[in-house]
């Protein structure tokens, strides 16, 4: 079975192939290290977003069902896993609301 080609670069102006997620090996970026799943989560974190999700089943935001639950502080910013600064939120709302931080700590950052 042939393999797909490589597609260029997509930093602009660079001529190299990328290698994953659209840039080559001079232009990947880092990750972002608030980004990590749950790698970092124990199981006491594991344990409260069950309790959170139970407690509120509808989206904070919404009112719809809720399916994530968000750190009120993010942990990049010093919140932590306590109950009290979490809340459920559907993966619409959530994903906006993610999305909406990462602007701001970019523009924050001059990035």
């Not at 090996?25 to 977003?49: I, L, N, Q, S």
């Not at 993010?74 to 709302?93: I, Q």
Request: hydrophobic share 20%; charged share 25%; aromatic share 4%.
């Amino acid at each position: 079975m042939p393999m797909k080609p490589h597609s260029p670069c997509s930093s602009p102006g660079c001529q190299k192939y990328a290698v994953e997620g659209g840039r080559c090996a001079a232009h990947k970026r880092e990750p972002w290290p608030g980004r990590r799943g749950f790698a970092g989560y124990g199981t006491d974190y594991k344990r409260v977003r069950r309790q959170v999700l139970r407690e509120e089943p509808q989206c904070a935001l919404c009112g719809s069902t809720a399916s994530t639950v968000d750190h009120i502080l993010p942990v990049s910013r010093g919140g932590g896993h306590e109950r009290t600064n979490l809340r459920a939120l559907c993966k619409p709302c959530h994903d906006a609301r993610s999305k909406k931080q990462a602007q701001k700590k970019n523009s924050e950052s001059g990035g």
